[in-house]
C-alpha cells in the first residue's frame, strides 16, 4: 500500500514538472521576509528610512503564503473555522504578549521617569488595540499614512491590522469555495483584485482601515503563488504580462508625480500608491525570477542566516519599535561619545535582534501551528497541455 501511493506522489510531482510548476512552499520567503524585518528595524534604529516600503514586502509574501495555506486546507478539507483558528493562534498570541511586553516598559518609564504615556489613551482605544481594530479609528477619520493613526499604541502594528483583514477574507472565499464547487477560490480572489486595483487608482490617495486600502499589493503574492504552482501556458504568460505592464505604468506614473520616504506625494496631498504598485511589483518579478535559485540560495550560508531571520521575523517586528531607547542607552553606555557610528548602528541591530530572538522562545514559538496532515492524494490524469488554471 504505502509503495502504491509512493508511486502516485512520484507521478503527480512528475506531472507537475512536466507542467512547469513548482511546489508550494518558496523557502526564500522566509529569508525575504526576516530581511524586510531587517529593514524596519533599521529604519528606526539606524535612520535607513525604508521601513514603509519593507512593510509593503510583507503585504506580497502574506498573499503567497496565505493562499498556500488555504490551498492546504481546501486540500484536506479544512473549512473556515480550521483555517481562522491557525490564523489566530499564529498571530494573536505573540501580538497579545508583545502588548504585555509594551505595557511592562511603559510602567517602567512611568517609576523612573515618571511620564505616564499610557495616559493618552482611552478605554475604547485600550479595547480596540487588545482586539487588534485600531482600524476602526481610520473609517471616521481617514489618513493618507496608514501608520499615522493615534489609536495605534505601536504605530508598527498598523500593518496587522490589514492582515487579519486579508485572513478573515481568504477564509471565506475557502468557505464559499468548499459549499460551492463552481465557485472556484481564485476567482473570487481575483475578481477582488479587479477592484482593489480600480480602488486604489481612483480613491488610494486616503486609508480608511480596510482591507481594499493594500489589497492590490496581497493580491500580487496570490498572483506569484497562482503563476508559480497552478498556472501553466497562456495563463503564465497573463501574468508576466500583467506584472510587468504594471511595472512599466506605475513608473511613469511615479516619475510624474514624485513621493518621499513614506510614499507621500511631494505636491499634493495624499498617498503615493503607484509607487507603492510598483515596488510591489517589481518584488513579485524578482519573487518569480528567483524560483530556481532557492534551493543552492537557502543551502547556502546566506541563505541560512536569512532563514534564521526568518524564523523570528514576526517577534523581530512585534518587539523592537518600544525597545529603541533602551537599545540606545546600552549602546551608548558601551560605546560612548558617538564614536564609531556604524559600529554602534551594528550593535543595535544585534541587540534587537537578540531581544526578539528570547521573545521568539518564549512568546512565539509555544504557539507555532503544527503541520497540517497529509492530504488526501487522486491519481493524476495523464499530463495534457495547459492554457488556463488549475483549481485551487
Known sequence: MSSTLTNIVETKKNVEGSLGLWPKRYDLLDGWRGLAA????????????????????????????ISASADSCQQRRIGLAGFMKRRVQRIYPPYAFALLFFFATRALKIFLQHSNQLAQYSVTEF?????????????????SYAPANHTLMVAGFWSLNYEEQFYLLVGLMLCVSSKWRRVQMHYLILGLTTIGFLWVALFGRLCYGLFIDYWALFALGVLVYLRLTKFGGRARRVVDLFLGALVVLSAVVTMLAPCDIRAQL??????????????????????????????????????RCLRFL????????????????????????????????????????????????????????????????????????????????VRL
Open 38 to 65: 531587517l529593514v524596519v528595524v533599521c529604519h528606526h534604529a539606524c535612520g535607513l528610512l525604508l521601513g514603509h516600503w519593507a512593510v509593503l514586502l510583507f503585504f506580497v509574501i502574506s498573499g503567497y503564503c
Open 127 to 143: 479595547i480596540q488595540n487588545l482586539t487588534l481594530t485600531q482600524w476602526l479609528t481610520l473609517l471616521a477619520h481617514p489618513s
Open 266 to 303: 511631494l505636491s499634493g496631498r495624499g498617498r503615493a500608491v503607484f509607487a507603492e504598485l510598483l515596488t510591489g511589483g517589481v518584488f513579485s518579478l524578482v519573487l518569480i525570477a528567483a524560483r530556481s535559485h532557492n534551493d543552492w540560495i537557502h543551502r547556502s550560508w546566506l541563505g
Open 310 to 389: 526568518g524564523l523570528i521575523s514576526y517577534s523581530l517586528y512585534l518587539v523592537h519599535q518600544f525597545n529603541l531607547v533602551f537599545v540606545r542607552a546600552v549602546v551608548g553606555f558601551v560605546l560612548p561619545g558617538g564614536r564609531l557610528p556604524v559600529l554602534q548602528d551594528l550593535m543595535a541591530i544585534v541587540l534587537h535582534v537578540g531581544i526578539a530572538t528570547v521573545f521568539w522562545c518564549f512568546c512565539e514559538r509555544p504557539f507555532l501551528n503544527k503541520q497540517l496532515p497529509a492530504a488526501q492524494v487522486q491519481v493524476p490524469k495523464a499530463p495534457r497541455p495547459v492554457s488556463g488554471v
